[in-house]
């Protein structure tokens, strides 16, 4: 059974940072790529970050660029979320979500979410 886990999430200033951790099991996790998501209230969730398990490849929405940062540790099947220099906008549910094909396209498993909030 495929599971991922979410954690890290809290309560911040705008400027601070936070690290998100998902942690996934029940796949072999070199083959998948992992994405984080977010989802603020009453806006659509929108894919934040996603990175390709196999190569490394990651990918980014414009609005987090050059402030979040994603990475893998294959040895402890973890995908990490670094985020800095966060925003009032940052606010949101935070989820992680796995990929089987490996490519960041179509993602059928999906974490239970953690919250962001970041303060002005």
């Known amino acids: 059974e495929v599971q991922l886990v979410e954690s890290g999430g809290g309560l911040v200033q705008a400027g601070g940072s936070l690290r998100l951790s998902c942690a996934a099991s029940?796949?072999?996790?070199?083959?998948?790529?992992i994405g984080w998501f977010r989802q603020a209230p009453g806006k659509e969730r929108e894919g934040v970050s996603c990175?390709?398990?196999?190569?490394?490849?990651?990918y980014y929405a414009d609005s987090v660029k050059g402030r979040f940062t994603i990475s893998s540790d294959n040895a402890k099947n973890t995908v990490y979320l670094q985020m800095n220099s966060l925003k009032p906008e940052d606010t949101a549910v935070y989820y992680c979500?796995?990929?089987?094909?490996?490519?960041?396209?179509?993602?059928?498993?999906w974490g239970q979410g953690t919250q962001v909030t970041v303060s002005s």
């Open positions: 979500a796995a990929d089987r094909a490996g490519t960041c396209g179509e993602f059928g498993s």
């Open positions: 029940g796949f072999t996790f070199d083959d998948y790529a």
């Open positions: 990175i390709s398990s196999s190569d490394g490849s990651t």
